[in-house]
């Protein structure tokens, strides 16, 4: 029995004891009548306490009305620190929530907390911009009525987790993403949603690129392979004979120039930010120019404008390298009779070097792809003129790393023109 309840019940018998000689001594109704007084103080006493407890049983708060008088205060004490303490424990878990919270919104993968129904929980905000939902509306719903591609709805009814589900995205955006359902708590679902855009595109760059590069060596070899084969064979004569060996020559050149420029492409990638020696352009538009009249073979007019002065910081053979495959695509990609122009101008904003020519031109769609390995509007014609195109895609990346844009303006049957634009800090001497 607790302290409280021994403290009322002994009121209650004090009552009795003093009644009772006052009853025995005096008169009995004076016992009786004191005995029933002091209890009836006593009950009033506690009608008073309960009330109180009772209305604080509707809306309990932590204050001065727990407060109470005689056998009461250990009860309201008891109550009071026992609401206190639940209190505490609350928003200790208040917190923990919080944190947890806080957690999976720190995530950089999408998570989705599914029941056993596979309604939304729970997600967080990459989730919500990866698969388009909003938390505030969308909880309680099922997911299948949120991402309604029908390979996700397949993925979720299958219910065979083994393999992440691979998703591209229908919102627009090229996305793909990769889906792990992970089973916890019995039926309930975790999804785990990861943003593969950057590795799936790499992954098919890497495809493209050994299939381009099998295919380009493909051609050459399989020529070469017949020739030997037929020399092999038949007996020919010697006039034959001789122009079958040029002809396997100029397949074997093509396929060490496609070598040499993958080996160029490569070692560009794989080699650290350039030099920060000082390129001689005076020497090296002067050196491009004879390039350019041995490649024309006469058939052109090359003409240079230079201001003669301002130099680049960089690497001088990626440099060369840029500059000789845009002079060289402007002869090759010029008729006979056409003027190829080798433009260089630096001042304290910045310099430009361009080449110009009044060749065949190209058509505007494909100007954002020219730079793509591989990529050519004409395959035969490139082909024929010796081409194997890796040259703007080595450009570019020469370019790139020395914070130059390439920008590239043409119309076709007019001419193209080819401009590297350096910011001041790589321009020296001017
Ligand atoms: P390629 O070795 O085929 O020349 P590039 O990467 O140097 O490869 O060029 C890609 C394509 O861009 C070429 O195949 C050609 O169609 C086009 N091109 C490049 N330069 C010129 C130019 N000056 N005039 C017209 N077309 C050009």
Redesign the pocket.
């Given at each position: 029995m607790s302290s409280s309840l021994i403290r009322a019940l002994l009121l209650a018998v004090l009552a009795a004891v003093v009644a009772y000689p006052i009853g025995h001594f005096v008169v009995p109704w004076a016992g009786w009548t004191f005995f029933c007084a002091s209890l009836g103080l006593q009950m009033v006493f506690h009608f008073k306490n309960f009330a109180r407890l009772d209305r604080w049983s509707y809306a309990p708060v932590v204050d001065d009305s727990l407060e109470g008088e005689g056998a009461w205060d250990g009860i309201f004490g008891r109550l009071y620190r026992h609401e206190k303490d639940l209190r505490a424990q609350i928003a200790a878990r208040d917190e923990e929530i919080r944190m947890l919270i806080a957690a999976g919104q720190a995530l950089t993968d999408g998570v989705v907390l599914l029941d056993d129904h596979n309604q939304i929980l729970f997600c967080n905000t990459t989730a919500e911009d990866q698969l388009g939902l909003v938390i505030r509306t969308d909880r309680g719903q099922p997911v299948v009525n949120m991402v309604r591609q029908p390979e996700f709805v397949a993925y979720l009814q299958g219910e065979d987790f083994s393999r992440p589900l691979t998703l591209r995205s229908e919102r627009g955006e090229d996305r793909v993403l990769s889906i792990y359902v992970i089973p916890y708590a019995g039926n309930r679902r975790l999804m785990q949603v990861k943003d593969v855009t950057q590795t799936d595109r790499l992954d098919r760059m890497r495809r493209d690129f050994v299939a381009n590069v099998s295919h380009e060596l493909r051609t050459p070899l399989t020529v070469l392979a017949g020739f030997l084969e037929t020399l092999q064979e038949i007996d020919v004569d010697r006039d034959e004979q001789k122009r079958f060996l040029e002809m396997m020559s100029e397949q074997s050149l093509r396929m060490q120039s496609i070598v040499q420029d993958l080996l160029t492409l490569s070692s560009i990638e794989s080699a650290p930010p350039p030099e920060a020696d000082v390129v001689d352009m005076v020497n090296i538009v002067d050196k491009l120019r004879r390039d350019a009249e041995a490649l024309s073979a006469g058939r052109h007019q090359i003409v240079v404008e230079s201001d003669g002065q301002g130099d680049l910081r960089g690497s001088e053979p990626e440099l060369v390298s840029a500059f000789g495959?845009l002079v060289a695509?402007?002869v090759?990609?010029?008729p006979p009779g056409g003027t190829v122009r080798i433009l260089w101008h630096a001042s304290k904003n910045g310099a430009e070097f361009a080449?110009q020519?009044t060749?065949?031109?190209?058509d505007a769609k494909?100007i954002p792809r020219?730079?793509e390995r591989f990529?050519?509007?004409?395959r035969g014609?490139?082909r024929d003129?010796g081409?194997?195109?890796?040259?703007?895609?080595i450009?570019k990346h020469s370019l790139n790393r020395h914070q130059a844009q390439l920008e590239i303006k043409?119309t076709p049957g007019v001419g193209?023109r080819?401009a590297a634009r350096f910011p001041a800090s790589r321009v020296v001497g001017v």
């Amino acid at each position: 029995m607790s302290s409280s309840l021994i403290r009322a019940l002994l009121l209650a018998v004090l009552a009795a004891v003093v009644a009772y000689p006052i009853g025995h001594f005096v008169v009995p109704w004076a016992g009786w009548t004191f005995f029933c007084a002091s209890l009836g103080l006593q009950m009033v006493f506690h009608f008073k306490n309960f009330a109180r407890l009772d209305r604080w049983s509707y809306a309990p708060v932590v204050d001065d009305s727990l407060e109470g008088e005689g056998a009461w205060d250990g009860i309201f004490g008891r109550l009071y620190r026992h609401e206190k303490d639940l209190r505490a424990q609350i928003a200790a878990r208040d917190e923990e929530i919080r944190m947890l919270i806080a957690a999976g919104q720190a995530l950089t993968d999408g998570v989705v907390l599914l029941d056993d129904h596979n309604q939304i929980l729970f997600c967080n905000t990459t989730a919500e911009d990866q698969l388009g939902l909003v938390i505030r509306t969308d909880r309680g719903q099922p997911v299948v009525n949120m991402v309604r591609q029908p390979e996700f709805v397949a993925y979720l009814q299958g219910e065979d987790f083994s393999r992440p589900l691979t998703l591209r995205s229908e919102r627009g955006e090229d996305r793909v993403l990769s889906i792990y359902v992970i089973p916890y708590a019995g039926n309930r679902r975790l999804m785990q949603v990861k943003d593969v855009t950057q590795t799936d595109r790499l992954d098919r760059m890497r495809r493209d690129f050994v299939a381009n590069v099998s295919h380009e060596l493909r051609t050459p070899l399989t020529v070469l392979a017949g020739f030997l084969e037929t020399l092999q064979e038949i007996d020919v004569d010697r006039d034959e004979q001789k122009r079958f060996l040029e002809m396997m020559s100029e397949q074997s050149l093509r396929m060490q120039s496609i070598v040499q420029d993958l080996l160029t492409l490569s070692s560009i990638e794989s080699a650290p930010p350039p030099e920060a020696d000082v390129v001689d352009m005076v020497n090296i538009v002067d050196k491009l120019r004879r390039d350019a009249e041995a490649l024309s073979a006469g058939r052109h007019q090359i003409v240079v404008e230079s201001d003669g002065q301002g130099d680049l910081r960089g690497s001088e053979p990626e440099l060369v390298s840029a500059f000789g495959n845009l002079v060289a695509n402007a002869v090759r990609y010029t008729p006979p009779g056409g003027t190829v122009r080798i433009l260089w101008h630096a001042s304290k904003n910045g310099a430009e070097f361009a080449v110009q020519d009044t060749g065949i031109g190209i058509d505007a769609k494909h100007i954002p792809r020219l730079t793509e390995r591989f990529y050519r509007i004409d395959r035969g014609r490139s082909r024929d003129a010796g081409g194997t195109g890796l040259g703007l895609a080595i450009v570019k990346h020469s370019l790139n790393r020395h914070q130059a844009q390439l920008e590239i303006k043409s119309t076709p049957g007019v001419g193209s023109r080819f401009a590297a634009r350096f910011p001041a800090s790589r321009v020296v001497g001017v």
